[in-house]
C-alpha cells in the first residue's frame, strides 16, 4: 500500500515538473518563430529615391521564397519598377505582379503611429514580411519579423543592406534614433493582400510581368487630386 502510494505521490511530482519545464520553455521561446530569409534575398538600393520600390522587390521575393518557388531569384530593381514604380512619382499605393507563375496583389494603408503590439499581429498575418514606411525620413525598409519586442528588417539602405538587422540598427534607427520612435513616427505600410502562387523547382529566365490596368489608370491620372501614390523623396544615406 506504501509503495503505491509513494508511486502515486512520484509520478504527481513527476507531471509537475514537466509542466513547470513547459511553461519556463514557452515563456523562453521567442514571440515568433519566423523562418530566417537568406541574405541572398535582401537588396540595395542603386540610388536614392527608391528605397520603397526596392523594398517591394524584397516583399516579393520573400513571397516566393517562402512558397518554395525559386522565381524569387528573377525579382530584381527592374522587374519590381515594371509592376509598382511611376517614375518622377513613387511607389504606387495599390499594385499587382503577375506572371505566368504568380499573381501577388500589394495593397497600402495609412499609419499614423503603430504599437508594438500592433505591429506584432500584423507580421503575424504577414509572414513575407511587410514594407514599412516612415514618411518623416523618409524612407523604407521590408519589415521581416520579431523576437520578443525586439523587429527585424531589410534595409535597402546602403551601409545597412545584405543582413537582417534589427529595426532599430536601419537607416531609421539611425535617423529617429530608436525603435520607439520609428514605431511613433510610422506613416505607411504597404502588404499583400492577395495572391496566387504556383510552386514551381526550377527557375524562368524570362519572367514577363503584367503592368496592371490600376496602374495604367494610376499614370493616366498623374497629377490629380485622385492619384494615389506615394513620392519619397531623395534618401542621404
Sequence with gaps: MQIVQKSKQFLSILLIMVLCFGLLAAVAAPAQAAEILPEALYMEQSRGGICTMVSSAMLLRSALYLNGDSHWEDINESVAASACWIWGIGLAYDWSFETDYASITVGHTDLYGISSDELKALLDEHPEGIVFYCGGVPHAVLLTDYEDDTFYCADP???????????????????????????????????????????????????????????????ETLGTATTKVNAPKAMTA
Excluded at 168 to 177: E, F, I, N, T, V
Excluded at 187 to 210: G, R
Design 157 to 219: 539602405a546602403p551601409y545597412c543592406s545584405g543582413h537582417r538587422i534589427a529595426l532599430a540598427d536601419s537607416w531609421l534607427g539611425y535617423r529617429l534614433g530608436s525603435q520607439e520612435n520609428i514605431l511613433r513616427c510610422a506613416t505607411a505600410y504597404w502588404s499583400i493582400t492577395d495572391s496566387d502562387l504556383e510552386a514551381l523547382s526550377h527557375s524562368s529566365a524570362d519572367a514577363p510581368v503584367t503592368v496592371t490596368a490600376q496602374k495604367a489608370e494610376i499614370q
